[in-house]
């Protein structure tokens, strides 16, 4: 597969997405200063004595690395299957051989399915907690 008109169409939209970003930025900085331009002297000053206390706080959701982990669990265990489908059950002879179909099924269907079982592992262990 030739990956030339990929990275040209792929080129051309990050240039025209850089080029709308920019200009959207501009219109706020632009939009922005003037909102400050036109503001009262003691209001800006007023404004200048303001010290803002920032409060962060990130709660980070502890279910979700169980989450990420049986996916990734589900997922290496499908491509391990369709591993084992193409080289050990069904060895394929290149293209013709009759096991074509279900090759593709294989390889498409086994790391959706045990990513999607892994995913219900991780929805089952989240609920026992």
Not at 39 to 57: F, G, R, V, Y
Not at 75 to 103: E, H, K, Q, R
Not at 117 to 127: K, N, Q, S
Request: one cysteine or more; glycine letters at 8%; a positive charge.
């Amino acid at each position: 597969m030739e990956l030339t008109p990929v990275l040209i169409v792929a080129t051309v939209f990050y240039f025209i997405y850089a080029v709308w970003n920019r200009s959207a930025t501009k219109k706020e900085r632009l939009f922005f200063m003037e909102t400050l331009s036109s503001m009262q002297p003691d209001s800006l000053n007023a404004m200048k004595e303001i010290t803002p206390q920032w409060d962060l706080h990130v709660k980070k959701d502890p279910k979700s690395n169980i989450r990420s982990a049986c996916l990734l669990i589900g997922l290496g265990i499908g491509l391990l299957i369709v591993w084992l489908g193409l080289t050990v059950w069904f060895p394929g002879s290149g293209f013709g051989s009759p096991y074509d179909a279900l090759n593709g099924f294989l390889m498409l269907a086994s790391p959706l399915l045990f990513g999607g079982i892994g995913l219900l592992v991780a929805y089952f262990i989240e609920r026992k907690q």
